[in-house]
């Protein structure tokens, strides 16, 4: 029997408030006046990438704890009006949201409500098991309870992605995906040393290929012991957040895989869907579609920009 989904996606569905600030960091004061507003939508690391796969043609399914509260509607919402179907277990500490202070230049600065949880919560593991059995591939976000829910997907033989967002290569939390997953993903923000770091992830875990995106600077690829630069790509738009670029350019990487394509060309895929989650609204979740991410590949590798 073929797989019913492309990729599963584990934790990361919350709300996120989104307050426009006039610069990062932003000066004590009484108050500010806050335009265009301030504004609450559905979209955490786990929806971005299930509504990035989503978009680009893959079949995705999203599972995670969600509350009975505004919040959960909002994320219900959000996967019913997209098309995506989501298994969910409910919380009583409600769903998970976060504050982010959005900068003019696009830099974002998160809030995260960590009494969103429980340390007793979990995804069902006969849950896990059926919906792992019928993906192709599983992508984990970090959140909570989504560790305990590795040792599942190892027993059902499905890949695994994760991203460690900005690990500082110590804390043991993020350890135990990194050293998990077939394929990592992190950011260099808070690295010494990213090619250390990067290489001590691919010696001591399971990974074949590991990425770490640098933002304007671009990504670095780890593959076959190969370290690569993968230049960043021109927005097609102006820079208006950087809030999901990291989520929009792991779902394009995880496109080319799944279809077989080289470590290098997944990440130019990356790239180009990074910069187009630049361009899209903090208020707004919206991801590239396939027709247009290949598009872009297809003219930027015809101008070399990929070198």
């Not at 504050?99 to 009494?115: A, E, F, H, K, M």
């Not at 077939?182 to 992830?201: N, Q, Y």
Request: net charge negative; proline share 6%.
């Amino acid at each position: 029997m073929s797989p019913e989904t492309d990729v599963l996606v584990l934790g990361g569905a919350g709300v996120d408030t989104i307050v426009h600030v006039p610069e990062l960091p932003l000066p004590y004061a009484d108050s500010y006046m806050i335009e265009p507003g301030i504004v609450s939508r559905a979209g955490q690391s786990g929806d971005f990438v299930a509504l990035g796969v989503h978009a680009l043609g893959l079949r995705a399914h999203h599972i995670d704890v969600v509350g009975d509260d505004h919040e959960g509607d909002l994320v219900r919402a959000l996967h019913r009006d997209r098309g995506i179907p989501f298994t969910e277990v409910r919380s009583a500490s409600g769903t998970k949201r976060a504050v982010n202070l959005v900068g003019p230049d696009g830099r974002r600065l998160s809030l995260y409500d960590i009494t969103r949880g429980q340390d007793t919560d979990r995804l069902p593991e006969d849950t896990l098991r059926t919906l792992a059995g019928a993906a192709r591939h599983a992508h984990v976000v970090i959140t909570h309870p989504c560790a305990h829910a590795l040792p599942v997907l190892r027993e059902a033989g499905v890949t695994v992605s994760t991203d460690l967002h900005n690990w500082d290569g110590e804390n043991p939390y993020h350890e135990a995906f990194a050293l998990a997953a077939d394929l990592v993903f992190l950011s260099t923000t808070a690295l010494a040393d990213p090619e250390a770091t990067m290489r001590d992830i691919a010696a001591r875990g399971r990974a074949s290929a590991v990425v770490a995106t640098a933002g304007a600077e671009g990504a670095y690829l780890l593959a076959d012991g190969e370290l690569t630069h993968v230049p960043a790509v021109e927005p097609p738009a102006p820079v208006v957040d950087s809030n999901g670029a990291g989520d929009a350019f792991a779902a394009a990487f995880l496109l080319g895989r799944l279809e077989g394509a080289d470590p290098l060309r997944c990440a130019r895929y990356g790239a180009v869907a990074g910069a187009y989650a630049c361009t899209v609204p903090s208020t707004r979740a919206d991801a590239i579609g396939r027709d247009e991410l290949l598009a872009r590949v297809a003219e930027l590798e015809a101008e070399k920009a990929f070198g």
